[in-house]
T-cell receptor, first 113, second 110 residues
Protein backbone atom coordinates (compact mmCIF):
# COMPACT_ATOMS: atom_id res chain seq x y z
CA UNK A 1 0.00 0.00 0.00
CA UNK A 2 1.30 3.49 -0.85
CA UNK A 3 0.06 4.93 2.42
CA UNK A 4 -1.87 8.16 2.78
CA UNK A 5 -1.16 10.35 -0.23
CA UNK A 6 -1.34 14.12 -0.05
CA UNK A 7 -0.92 16.67 -2.79
CA UNK A 8 0.64 19.03 -3.39
CA UNK A 9 3.69 18.65 -1.11
CA UNK A 10 4.32 22.38 -1.21
CA UNK A 11 2.02 25.25 -2.08
CA UNK A 12 2.91 28.92 -2.23
CA UNK A 13 0.05 31.28 -2.93
CA UNK A 14 -0.83 34.92 -2.62
CA UNK A 15 -3.17 36.22 0.02
CA UNK A 16 -6.76 36.12 -1.15
CA UNK A 17 -6.33 33.16 -3.46
CA UNK A 18 -8.20 29.89 -3.10
CA UNK A 19 -6.16 26.88 -2.00
CA UNK A 20 -7.22 23.24 -2.31
CA UNK A 21 -5.36 20.47 -0.53
CA UNK A 22 -5.99 16.86 -1.48
CA UNK A 23 -5.81 13.56 0.33
CA UNK A 24 -6.18 9.91 -0.63
CA UNK A 25 -6.55 7.70 2.46
CA UNK A 26 -5.45 4.10 2.75
CA UNK A 27 -7.92 1.78 1.10
CA UNK A 28 -10.20 0.21 3.69
CA UNK A 29 -9.67 2.91 6.31
CA UNK A 30 -13.03 4.31 7.28
CA UNK A 31 -11.94 7.43 9.19
CA UNK A 32 -10.10 10.44 7.79
CA UNK A 33 -8.66 13.38 9.68
CA UNK A 34 -7.26 16.77 8.71
CA UNK A 35 -4.65 18.34 11.01
CA UNK A 36 -2.73 21.59 10.93
CA UNK A 37 0.75 21.88 12.45
CA UNK A 38 2.40 25.15 13.42
CA UNK A 39 5.21 26.04 15.78
CA UNK A 40 2.88 28.19 17.86
CA UNK A 41 -0.03 25.79 18.32
CA UNK A 42 1.43 22.37 17.60
CA UNK A 43 -0.86 19.80 16.00
CA UNK A 44 -4.50 20.86 15.75
CA UNK A 45 -7.36 18.64 14.62
CA UNK A 46 -9.43 20.56 12.07
CA UNK A 47 -12.10 18.05 11.05
CA UNK A 48 -12.65 14.34 10.80
CA UNK A 49 -14.87 12.08 8.74
CA UNK A 50 -16.24 8.64 9.48
CA UNK A 51 -17.49 6.63 6.52
CA UNK A 52 -17.28 9.83 4.40
CA UNK A 53 -19.54 11.78 6.78
CA UNK A 54 -18.15 14.82 8.64
CA UNK A 55 -18.40 14.04 12.35
CA UNK A 56 -16.71 16.98 14.07
CA UNK A 57 -15.61 20.19 12.39
CA UNK A 58 -15.26 22.22 15.58
CA UNK A 59 -11.55 22.63 14.91
CA UNK A 60 -12.05 24.41 11.61
CA UNK A 61 -10.81 27.91 12.35
CA UNK A 62 -13.21 29.97 10.26
CA UNK A 63 -15.79 29.87 7.51
CA UNK A 64 -12.94 30.33 5.07
CA UNK A 65 -12.08 26.68 5.66
CA UNK A 66 -14.17 23.85 4.23
CA UNK A 67 -13.60 20.12 3.78
CA UNK A 68 -15.32 17.49 1.72
CA UNK A 69 -15.12 13.74 1.31
CA UNK A 70 -17.15 12.81 -1.77
CA UNK A 71 -16.10 9.16 -1.60
CA UNK A 72 -14.06 6.75 0.48
CA UNK A 73 -10.86 7.39 -1.47
CA UNK A 74 -10.66 11.17 -1.67
CA UNK A 75 -10.94 14.26 0.50
CA UNK A 76 -10.22 17.95 0.01
CA UNK A 77 -9.53 20.83 2.37
CA UNK A 78 -10.21 24.21 0.84
CA UNK A 79 -9.25 27.65 2.09
CA UNK A 80 -10.97 30.61 0.42
CA UNK A 81 -9.73 33.30 0.66
CA UNK A 82 -6.32 32.36 2.05
CA UNK A 83 -4.46 34.57 4.53
CA UNK A 84 -0.81 34.64 5.67
CA UNK A 85 -1.79 33.23 9.08
CA UNK A 86 -2.98 30.07 7.32
CA UNK A 87 0.65 29.22 6.55
CA UNK A 88 1.32 25.84 8.14
CA UNK A 89 1.82 22.17 7.37
CA UNK A 90 -1.49 20.43 6.78
CA UNK A 91 -1.65 16.70 7.42
CA UNK A 92 -4.21 14.17 6.43
CA UNK A 93 -4.43 10.91 8.36
CA UNK A 94 -6.61 7.83 8.14
CA UNK A 95 -7.37 4.89 10.39
CA UNK A 96 -9.31 1.68 10.41
CA UNK A 97 -11.72 1.18 13.24
CA UNK A 98 -11.40 2.78 16.65
CA UNK A 99 -8.55 1.08 18.36
CA UNK A 100 -5.30 1.76 16.58
CA UNK A 101 -3.17 4.70 15.63
CA UNK A 102 -3.40 6.83 12.58
CA UNK A 103 -1.40 6.62 9.40
CA UNK A 104 -0.33 10.10 8.44
CA UNK A 105 0.43 11.48 5.02
CA UNK A 106 3.61 13.43 4.37
CA UNK A 107 1.79 16.73 4.62
CA UNK A 108 1.32 19.83 2.49
CA UNK A 109 3.44 22.82 3.42
CA UNK A 110 1.33 25.89 2.69
CA UNK A 111 2.86 29.34 2.49
CA UNK A 112 0.55 32.30 1.95
CA UNK A 113 2.39 35.50 1.06
CA UNK B 1 -10.58 19.51 28.24
CA UNK B 2 -7.95 16.82 27.94
CA UNK B 3 -4.32 17.89 28.06
CA UNK B 4 -1.08 16.14 27.16
CA UNK B 5 2.21 17.65 28.31
CA UNK B 6 5.74 16.94 27.17
CA UNK B 7 9.05 18.68 27.59
CA UNK B 8 10.13 20.39 24.37
CA UNK B 9 13.73 19.22 24.05
CA UNK B 10 15.98 16.32 25.04
CA UNK B 11 19.66 16.05 24.16
CA UNK B 12 21.56 12.77 24.53
CA UNK B 13 24.88 11.32 23.51
CA UNK B 14 24.96 8.60 20.89
CA UNK B 15 24.86 5.18 22.52
CA UNK B 16 23.15 6.39 25.70
CA UNK B 17 19.52 5.71 26.57
CA UNK B 18 16.89 8.38 25.97
CA UNK B 19 13.82 8.73 28.13
CA UNK B 20 11.00 10.94 26.89
CA UNK B 21 8.25 11.69 29.38
CA UNK B 22 4.61 12.62 28.97
CA UNK B 23 1.78 13.41 31.37
CA UNK B 24 -1.91 13.48 30.55
CA UNK B 25 -5.08 14.45 32.36
CA UNK B 26 -7.83 12.28 30.86
CA UNK B 27 -8.59 9.51 33.36
CA UNK B 28 -10.66 7.64 30.76
CA UNK B 29 -7.71 7.15 28.41
CA UNK B 30 -7.89 3.84 26.60
CA UNK B 31 -4.90 3.85 24.28
CA UNK B 32 -1.67 5.81 24.58
CA UNK B 33 0.66 6.29 21.63
CA UNK B 34 4.12 7.40 20.71
CA UNK B 35 4.66 8.89 17.26
CA UNK B 36 7.91 9.93 15.60
CA UNK B 37 8.19 12.81 13.13
CA UNK B 38 11.32 13.20 11.05
CA UNK B 39 12.04 16.48 9.23
CA UNK B 40 9.69 17.09 6.32
CA UNK B 41 7.61 14.01 7.05
CA UNK B 42 4.34 13.09 8.67
CA UNK B 43 3.95 11.45 12.04
CA UNK B 44 4.80 7.77 12.12
CA UNK B 45 3.26 5.49 14.74
CA UNK B 46 6.08 3.97 16.79
CA UNK B 47 4.18 2.04 19.39
CA UNK B 48 1.08 2.09 21.51
CA UNK B 49 0.00 0.70 24.84
CA UNK B 50 -3.42 -0.17 26.14
CA UNK B 51 -4.38 1.47 29.40
CA UNK B 52 -4.58 -1.82 31.31
CA UNK B 53 -0.89 -2.53 30.63
CA UNK B 54 2.03 -1.02 32.49
CA UNK B 55 4.88 -1.90 30.16
CA UNK B 56 5.48 -2.78 26.54
CA UNK B 57 8.82 -3.58 24.95
CA UNK B 58 9.62 -3.61 21.25
CA UNK B 59 13.30 -4.03 20.37
CA UNK B 60 15.05 -0.83 21.52
CA UNK B 61 11.82 0.80 22.64
CA UNK B 62 10.28 0.42 26.09
CA UNK B 63 7.02 2.11 27.01
CA UNK B 64 6.12 2.51 30.68
CA UNK B 65 2.68 3.57 31.84
CA UNK B 66 1.84 4.71 35.35
CA UNK B 67 -1.93 5.04 35.16
CA UNK B 68 -2.26 6.27 38.74
CA UNK B 69 0.03 9.23 38.05
CA UNK B 70 -1.11 9.54 34.40
CA UNK B 71 2.51 9.35 33.30
CA UNK B 72 3.81 7.73 30.13
CA UNK B 73 7.44 7.35 29.10
CA UNK B 74 9.33 6.14 26.07
CA UNK B 75 12.82 4.75 26.56
CA UNK B 76 15.08 4.32 23.54
CA UNK B 77 18.07 2.10 24.27
CA UNK B 78 21.41 2.67 22.51
CA UNK B 79 20.21 5.91 20.92
CA UNK B 80 21.51 6.51 17.41
CA UNK B 81 21.75 9.65 15.29
CA UNK B 82 18.90 8.27 13.19
CA UNK B 83 16.67 8.53 16.25
CA UNK B 84 16.90 12.33 16.10
CA UNK B 85 13.33 13.49 15.51
CA UNK B 86 10.30 14.93 17.26
CA UNK B 87 8.43 12.43 19.42
CA UNK B 88 4.74 12.95 20.12
CA UNK B 89 2.76 11.44 22.93
CA UNK B 90 -0.98 10.99 22.32
CA UNK B 91 -3.88 9.51 24.23
CA UNK B 92 -7.42 8.56 23.35
CA UNK B 93 -10.32 8.81 25.74
CA UNK B 94 -13.91 7.88 25.22
CA UNK B 95 -14.07 9.61 21.84
CA UNK B 96 -11.23 7.47 20.40
CA UNK B 97 -9.84 10.66 18.87
CA UNK B 98 -6.24 11.16 20.02
CA UNK B 99 -5.12 14.27 21.84
CA UNK B 100 -1.49 15.02 20.97
CA UNK B 101 1.21 16.65 23.02
CA UNK B 102 3.39 19.42 21.56
CA UNK B 103 6.21 16.98 20.84
CA UNK B 104 9.72 16.49 22.26
CA UNK B 105 12.66 17.22 19.97
CA UNK B 106 15.28 14.54 20.55
CA UNK B 107 18.79 15.64 19.60
CA UNK B 108 21.45 12.94 19.44
CA UNK B 109 25.04 14.12 19.38
CA UNK B 110 28.24 12.14 18.93
Amino acid sequence: DAGVIQSPRHEVTEMGQEVTLRCKPISGHNSLFWYRQTMMRGLELLIYFNNNVPIDDSGMPEDRFSAKMPNASFSTLKIQPSEPRDSAVYFCASKEGRDYGYTFGSGTRLTVV
Amino acid sequence: GEDVEQSLFLSVREGDSSVINCTYTDSSSTYLYWYKQEPGAGLQLLTYIFSNMDMKQDQRLTVLLNKKDKHLSLRIADTQTGDSAIYFCAETGGSYIPTFGRGTSLIVHP
